[in-house]
Protein backbone atom coordinates (compact mmCIF):
# COMPACT_ATOMS: atom_id res chain seq x y z
CA UNK A 1 0.00 0.00 0.00
CA UNK A 2 2.79 2.38 0.86
CA UNK A 3 4.79 1.98 -2.46
CA UNK A 4 1.43 2.00 -4.44
CA UNK A 5 0.89 5.44 -2.66
CA UNK A 6 4.08 6.93 -3.58
CA UNK A 7 3.88 5.48 -7.37
CA UNK A 8 0.18 7.46 -7.37
CA UNK A 9 1.67 10.34 -5.81
CA UNK A 10 4.43 10.59 -8.56
CA UNK A 11 2.26 9.69 -11.29
CA UNK A 12 -0.14 12.84 -10.06
CA UNK A 13 2.68 15.04 -10.14
CA UNK A 14 3.32 14.69 -13.21
CA UNK A 15 0.26 15.15 -14.77
CA UNK A 16 -0.15 18.31 -12.79
CA UNK A 17 3.47 19.41 -14.03
CA UNK A 18 2.65 18.55 -17.44
CA UNK A 19 0.33 21.72 -17.12
CA UNK A 20 2.94 24.16 -15.77
CA UNK A 21 4.46 26.67 -18.25
CA UNK A 22 8.23 25.88 -18.14
CA UNK A 23 9.17 28.70 -20.33
CA UNK A 24 8.76 31.14 -17.56
CA UNK A 25 11.55 29.88 -15.44
CA UNK A 26 9.87 27.56 -13.22
CA UNK A 27 11.29 24.21 -15.17
CA UNK A 28 13.30 24.64 -11.71
CA UNK A 29 10.19 23.71 -9.85
CA UNK A 30 9.15 21.27 -12.28
CA UNK A 31 12.37 19.29 -12.12
CA UNK A 32 13.05 19.29 -8.59
CA UNK A 33 8.97 18.01 -7.83
CA UNK A 34 9.43 15.08 -9.97
CA UNK A 35 12.97 14.33 -8.66
CA UNK A 36 11.91 14.27 -5.38
CA UNK A 37 8.39 12.73 -5.65
CA UNK A 38 9.72 10.00 -7.67
CA UNK A 39 12.42 9.10 -5.50
CA UNK A 40 10.20 8.69 -2.73
CA UNK A 41 9.13 5.23 -4.35
CA UNK A 42 12.14 4.10 -5.94
CA UNK A 43 13.94 3.90 -2.75
CA UNK A 44 10.90 2.13 -1.32
CA UNK A 45 11.11 -0.21 -4.07
CA UNK A 46 14.76 -0.23 -3.52
CA UNK A 47 14.32 -1.36 0.15
CA UNK A 48 12.77 -4.36 -0.33
CA UNK A 49 16.36 -5.36 -1.44
CA UNK A 50 18.41 -4.01 1.59
CA UNK A 51 21.15 -6.21 2.24
CA UNK A 52 20.58 -5.68 5.48
CA UNK A 53 18.00 -4.40 8.11
CA UNK A 54 19.88 -1.37 8.58
CA UNK A 55 20.19 -0.70 4.52
CA UNK A 56 16.38 -1.40 4.86
CA UNK A 57 15.66 1.53 7.37
CA UNK A 58 18.44 3.55 5.48
CA UNK A 59 15.99 3.02 2.53
CA UNK A 60 13.02 4.03 4.52
CA UNK A 61 14.62 6.99 5.86
CA UNK A 62 15.62 8.75 2.88
CA UNK A 63 11.99 7.96 1.22
CA UNK A 64 10.86 10.37 4.45
CA UNK A 65 13.27 12.87 3.58
CA UNK A 66 12.67 13.07 -0.21
CA UNK A 67 8.70 13.44 1.00
CA UNK A 68 9.59 16.12 3.06
CA UNK A 69 11.20 17.36 0.49
CA UNK A 70 8.74 17.06 -2.08
CA UNK A 71 6.44 18.68 0.30
CA UNK A 72 8.89 22.20 -0.10
CA UNK A 73 8.53 22.12 -3.83
CA UNK A 74 4.54 21.47 -3.35
CA UNK A 75 4.70 24.98 -1.00
CA UNK A 76 7.17 26.55 -3.84
CA UNK A 77 5.07 25.46 -6.91
CA UNK A 78 1.63 26.85 -5.07
CA UNK A 79 4.12 29.87 -4.06
CA UNK A 80 4.61 30.66 -7.61
CA UNK A 81 1.60 30.67 -9.19
CA UNK A 82 1.83 27.33 -10.63
CA UNK A 83 -0.72 25.28 -8.52
CA UNK A 84 -4.11 26.09 -7.05
CA UNK A 85 -4.62 26.13 -2.90
CA UNK A 86 -7.00 23.13 -3.55
CA UNK A 87 -4.44 21.09 -5.30
CA UNK A 88 -1.42 22.09 -3.03
CA UNK A 89 -3.59 20.80 -0.51
CA UNK A 90 -4.20 17.27 -1.64
CA UNK A 91 -0.83 16.96 -2.87
CA UNK A 92 0.33 17.98 0.48
CA UNK A 93 -2.42 15.18 2.12
CA UNK A 94 -1.14 12.50 -0.06
CA UNK A 95 2.22 13.47 1.46
CA UNK A 96 1.03 13.35 4.84
CA UNK A 97 -0.08 9.99 4.70
CA UNK A 98 3.05 8.69 2.64
CA UNK A 99 5.07 10.81 5.60
CA UNK A 100 3.04 9.22 8.70
CA UNK A 101 3.29 5.61 6.68
CA UNK A 102 7.02 6.04 6.82
CA UNK A 103 7.40 7.31 10.17
CA UNK A 104 5.56 4.19 11.49
CA UNK A 105 7.63 1.46 9.30
CA UNK A 106 10.80 2.89 9.98
CA UNK A 107 10.12 2.97 14.29
CA UNK A 108 8.47 -0.83 13.81
CA UNK A 109 11.64 -1.80 11.54
CA UNK A 110 14.05 -0.17 14.49
CA UNK A 111 12.02 -1.56 17.10
CA UNK A 112 12.18 -5.20 15.41
CA UNK A 113 15.94 -4.46 14.64
CA UNK A 114 16.94 -4.13 17.81
CA UNK A 115 14.69 -6.90 19.40
CA UNK A 116 17.32 -9.23 17.54
Known sequence: DLRQR???LAIKIFSICDN???????????????????SI???????????????????LQISLKECYETEYWIDM??????ITDDIKSELLQDCGVIR????????TAKANNSNN
Do not use: P, W
Open 6 to 8: AKD
Open 20 to 38: IDTKKGRGVLVNQIIRSST
Open 41 to 59: GANLHEANYGASTADFINK
Open 77 to 82: LQSAGC
Open 100 to 107: RMLVKSIT
